[in-house]
């Protein structure tokens, strides 16, 4: 299997997911802009997302596609479905119990999460709602999660990638077409999205099921009791525990930034998902889509005992996430306020909508480096099926995180939740890299520093670039032409991104060093 090729493909699913979510954020921005009603949506959404992140995509999948790859590798797939069955039955009951545990208990949860609401209390009243009725959505993804677990392991990595676009499917007709409707008949317009949530969830779902059957990897329920006693649901319980833990770290840091952000005024929690929304589309066509290919692949070397080639996927990952995010790092600080604008700048959303969501995305862009690398180096370790020493790390982290909080909210505002997390992440990956190479298990190959010094002229040339037309041109002022503004963004970035591949040619490196097969 060709490597590049198979990142290439989750990236180009991820890319379209991306480019939906992009869709969707900018018709809730102009329908809602940044108000108590969006704080309280983006917090309601924000509960079932978290808990996603801690059971299923993070926890679970760090502990089960290990496992799942290294039994398919040493004993078949006999053994593998048999495996699938065990974990599909006792995750199901489980998300039963949580979902109902999370629609009985969500005031709570949205306290919690956001309890500066309580200032606007139709704002509050309005989150718990939206918890209530979006909180099945935990259940969906998690089997979601089960389902890209067990498909990335079969190097079937079309329909987990392309799956999130139809949340953002479901979610864009939900503000184009029930919001208005819900208007008509006096109901508040935002509890439109959370009806999207549900529909996208149900539906993301949905798509697993013939992609597993035609694996014959579709599974099926057992008696509670008879999956319980299989002691691959023990393995995965027992490395899921360590995980949790670390995945639980991370999101606390997003709780404590949640609310931190809730008592920083109206629009504060919106101005960062924003930023947050165009953070992502380079950490999920990178982080993302490099995680996913290179999971499977390091557990299957680390099964077969290959070190040599565990460490060359881990040296192939890392230079491609410098090759592709510090440009991308460089273009999210030198040219937030023109990718804002463009992006954001219509309806209800205002110049000082622009202005505050633009500081908030400088912050996460000196972190980008981290976020997407951490996506990479994270996998070395939960390959040998040791999740503790990253949770240490995430821990140190996390208490980094709030120390950094209590210098720059005060100083900046809202900014500072975001820059706290982008330095944090640096030095979570910096850790990670360091723990990796002391124990032998990455030895970087021959020809780094030469690379990283072609890549940072490179990216200088591309910054200075971007930083003339982002100082030269009102990019605010400019939404009274709306599509002159898009076509100078465009020109802008196709021009920089041009730069920047030319420039490296010129220096010797060529995207075939990168082709691999796994």
């Not at 190097?155 to 799956?163: C, G, I, L, M, Q």
């Not at 980094?400 to 330095?423: C, D, E, K, R, Y």
Request: overall charge positive; proline content about 5%.
């Amino acid at each position: 299997m060709n490597l590049l090729r198979a990142a290439s493909t989750v990236s180009l699913f991820t890319l379209a997911s991306r480019v939906t979510g992009l869709v969707r954020e900018l018709l809730i921005a102009a329908s809602f802009g940044a108000s108590a009603w969006t704080d309280a949506f983006n917090v309601a959404f924000r509960i079932p997302n978290l808990l996603r992140r801690l059971f299923a995509e993070g926890a679970f999948s760090a502990a089960f596609v290990p496992i799942l790859a290294e039994t398919r590798a040493r004993d078949g797939d006999a053994a593998t479905r048999d495996l699938v069955d065990a974990v599909a039955t006792v995750l199901f009951w489980a998300l039963v119990v949580t979902c109902v545990l999370g629609v009985v208990g969500a005031p709570v949860l949205v306290w919690l999460m956001a309890a500066g609401l309580r200032s606007t209390p139709q704002g509050y009243d309005a989150a718990v709602v939206m918890t209530r009725f979006m909180f099945p959505y935990i259940g969906f993804m998690s089997l979601v999660a089960l389902a890209a677990g067990i498909l990335n392991t079969w190097k079937r990595f079309v329909v987990p990638a392309a799956t999130p676009v139809l949340l953002n499917v479901a979610m864009i007709a939900a503000a184009a077409w029930l919001a208005p409707r819900f208007a008509v008949y006096d109901i508040e317009p935002i509890y439109a999205m959370a009806a999207g949530v549900v529909v996208g969830g149900l539906l993301q779902l949905g798509v697993q099921f013939p992609a597993l059957a035609r694996i014959g990897m579709l599974p099926r329920l057992r008696k509670p009791s008879a999956a319980w006693r299989h002691p691959g649901v023990h393995r995965v319980l027992r490395q899921m525990a360590p995980a949790l833990l670390g995945v639980s770290v991370a999101q606390l840091s997003l709780l404590i930034n949640t609310q931190i952000a809730s008592h920083l005024g109206p629009g504060s929690v919106s101005w960062l998902t924003y930023a947050d929304r165009l953070m992502e589309f380079p950490t999920g066509l990178l982080g993302v889509a490099l995680g996913v290919v290179l999971l499977p692949q390091l557990s299957s070397a680390r099964a077969l005992g290959d070190d040599a080639r565990y460490s060359d996927l881990l040296d192939w990952g890392l230079r491609l996430v410098v090759l592709l995010a510090l440009p991308c790092a460089v273009a999210l600080v030198v040219f937030a306020e023109p990718l804002v604008a463009v992006l954001y700048h219509r309806g209800a959303f205002t110049p000082r909508d622009v202005q505050q969501t633009v500081v908030a995305l400088m912050g996460y862009g000196v972190g980008l480096l981290g976020l997407i690398a951490v996506k990479v180096l994270a996998p070395g370790f939960y390959a040998k099926q040791d999740i503790r020493t990253p949770v240490k790390i995430a821990v140190v982290v996390l208490c980094l995180t709030q120390l950094m909080n209590l210098v720059f909210v005060p100083w900046i505002g809202h900014a500072g939740l975001a820059l706290s997390i982008g330095l944090a992440a640096l030095v979570n990956a910096s850790w990670l890299l360091w723990g990796l190479k002391r124990r032998g298990s990455y030895q970087p190959a021959p020809g780094w520093w030469a690379f990283l010094a072609r890549v940072g002229f490179a990216s200088a040339l591309l910054g200075g670039g971007l930083a003339y037309l982002a100082y030269t041109l009102d990019w605010v002022a400019l939404g009274a032409s709306p599509w002159w503004r898009a076509g100078w963004m465009a020109l802008a970035v196709g021009a920089a991104g041009a730069l920047y591949f030319a420039v490296l040619m010129l220096l010797g490196l060529r995207v075939r060093q990168f082709v691999r097969r796994g």
